[in-house]
């Protein structure tokens, strides 16, 4: 089984632009997270789809968003890129079975903000 | 969530058994409790999770206290293979509405494993 896929691996871009990032789960799984790795802030949460709704969301500006697609691959943007958004954006995804939400990491994508 | 401490770090030898600790005295009845780890350069990865009772598997086991304030995560026979960042984390399903809901990383163990 494949495992969860994201795209690009790495990213460089400059203040102001936006970006956008690729997740494609393991086949079956409906549930997406993603999260930011940061050297100062560790692993923060963004934001889970579910069925192409987000059902959670963690304490990130609005420039942060996603999408869940009805094949249950998701994007994230991040719009108005500043140096703080320099960062590991992981996705995770998991069957979503209550009681038992075992997440499967991807890779990440590498943003570089300069 | 509730809370959970872990200690920075921890050193070990290698074809050693590793213990690494976690409290969480604030933990409630229907939290379960999960362990992942995170190698260097890669995402994180599930190692093992557990509600009341000791588990199991091929990775590792897990000891949970009898008063669940506190649980251990035992790698039988460590290699250089298992350094990484352990991270104690407390998923409540009931409470987020069941499901896979964002997991709370904190700190984590780094986990060093001498050859």
């Known amino acids: 089984k494949a495992g969860v896929t994201q795209t690009p691996r790495y990213l460089i871009k400059t203040r102001g632009q936006q970006v956008t990032l690729s997740c494609s789960p393991i086949?079956?799984?409906?549930?997406v997270s993603w999260y930011q790795q940061t050297p100062g802030q560790g692993l923060q949460f963004l934001f889970e789809?579910?069925?192409?709704?987000?059902?959670n969301k963690g304490n990130f500006p609005g420039r942060f968003s996603g999408r869940q697609f009805s094949n249950s691959r998701s994007e994230m943007n991040v719009s108005t890129l500043e140096l703080g958004d320099s960062a590991l954006y992981l996705c995770?995804?998991?069957?979503?079975?209550?009681?038992?939400?075992?997440?499967?990491f991807g890779p990440g994508t590498r943003l570089t903000v300069l | 969530d509730a809370k959970t401490t872990q200690p920075n770090s921890m050193e070990s030898n290698e074809e050693e058994p590793v213990h690494l600790p976690c409290n969480h005295s604030?933990?409630?009845?229907?939290?379960?409790i999960h362990w992942y780890r995170q190698l260097p350069s890669q995402g994180p990865e599930y190692v093992i999770h557990g509600l009341t009772s000791n588990v199991n598997n091929r990775m590792a086991s897990l000891a949970i206290a009898e008063d669940r304030k506190s649980s251990t995560l035992i790698l039988h026979r460590a290699t250089l293979r298992d350094a990484a960042v352990y991270y104690c984390i407390l998923r409540d399903p009931v409470r987020t509405g069941g499901g896979a809901d964002g997991l709370t990383f904190g700190k984590g163990t780094h986990l060093i494993i001498q050859p």
């Open positions: 789809y579910f069925s192409e709704t987000q059902r």
């Open positions: 995770a995804s998991s069957l979503p079975i209550a009681g038992d939400n075992e997440q499967f």
């Open positions: 604030t933990i409630s009845g229907t939290d379960y």
């Open positions: 086949s079956g799984h409906r549930s």
